[in-house]
């Protein structure tokens, strides 16, 4: 459910940045992958990560509340 809020949220590229990096993918290598620079490939993960956390604390509220 947080993942579904966070694909509407955010571009694919922003999503896939932040999926293949929980796979162990370096920077670099998501960056080579996606056609990003290693900066925006950093700015992206942080932002999604940051969003993600806070949805999967809504969700858990939701189910609590």
């Not at 590229?13 to 960056?31: C, N, R, W």
């Not at 620079?37 to 858990?60: D, G, Q």
Request: no cysteine.
């Amino acid at each position: 459910l947080a993942k579904e809020r966070i694909e509407k949220l955010y571009s694919d590229q922003a999503v896939k940045s932040f999926t293949i990096s929980l796979d162990g993918a370096s920077a670099k290598e998501i960056s080579e992958k996606l056609h990003l620079s290693t900066e925006s490939v950093y700015t992206l993960k942080s932002r999604v990560k940051a969003r993600f956390i806070a949805e999967i604390k809504a969700v858990i509220a939701e189910l609590e509340g």
